[in-house]
T-cell receptor, first 113, second 111 residues
Framework: AAGVIQSPRHLIKEKRETATLKCYPI?????VYWYQQGPGQDPQFLISFYEKMQSDKGSIPDRFSAQQFSDYHSELNMSSLELGDSALYFC????????????FGPGTRLLVL | GQQLNQSPQSMFIQEGEDVSMNCTSS?????WLWYKQDPGEGPVLLIALYKAGELTSNGRLTAQFGITRKDSFLNISASIPSDVGIYFCAGPTSNTGKLIFGQGTTLQVKP
């Protein structure tokens, strides 16, 4: 079965640079969620989109923005990167009519030097 | 805000033993999810529970949705080395579905 696809899997950036993370949800899933996971921590919700509209927002820095496109893929844009942004970033997708159970992608490991 | 308290924090067991972990909250949840995460990988859904009192199995895994809707447990029977990983409970905190997670239970299995 098709799963959530994330790219890139690994990303190394310098401080103050920008990064773009991409997420391709499971086909026919209409909702995308972004989570950040620091070392030894549980995933923390950042932002979500339903049918291409932002549906909820968590502890996402103003330096980050995201959107969902007409083909339902989503991108997380991160600017003015800081050392503390180094983490695993996960995208999850769900089908609202299917109970909303979220399926996670493999993640993007971002390292800011 | 809402929190999920997961215990134990870690377990080191012998292959073949049964394992039990649980998650509690001061708030009511309408859904309980259990995920397993390997290092550097994304959480993989193990079991989803949608109804208070529900008991669901997936192979050697069994999970229950507490009758009060404030707790859930996960049991793994006859553990094997590939059960090693971090197990998270999670639940949606709003009608938008955003999840909060427990702190995780790290499981190590000795062959």
């Amino acid at each position: 079965a098709a799963g959530v696809i994330q790219s890139p899997r690994h990303l190394i950036k310098e401080k103050r640079e920008t990064a773009t993370l991409k997420c391709y949800p499971i086909p026919r899933h209409d909702t995308v969620y972004w989570y950040q996971q620091g070392p030894g921590q549980d995933p923390q919700f950042l932002i979500s989109f339903y049918e291409k509209m932002q549906s909820d927002k968590g502890s996402i820095p103003d330096r980050f923005s995201a959107q969902q496109f007409s083909d339902y893929h989503s991108e997380l844009n991160m600017s003015s990167l800081e050392l503390g942004d180094s983490a695993l970033y996960f995208c999850a997708s769900s089908q609202t009519s299917g109970g909303g159970t979220q399926y996670f992608g493999p993640g993007t490991r971002l390292l800011v030097l | 805000g809402q929190q999920l308290n997961q215990s134990p924090q870690s377990m080191f067991i012998q292959e073949g033993e049964d394992v039990s972990m649980n998650c509690t909250s001061s708030s009511i949840f309408n859904t309980w999810l259990w995920y397993k995460q390997d290092p550097g990988e994304g959480p993989v859904l193990l079991i989803a529970l949608y109804k208070a009192g529900e008991l669901t199995s997936n192979g050697r895994l069994t999970a229950q949705f507490g009758i009060t809707r404030k707790d859930s447990f996960l049991n793994i029977s006859a553990s094997i080395p590939s059960d090693v990983g971090i197990y998270f409970c999670a639940g949606p905190t709003s009608n938008t579905g955003k999840l909060i997670f427990g702190q995780g239970t790290t499981l190590q299995v000795k062959p």
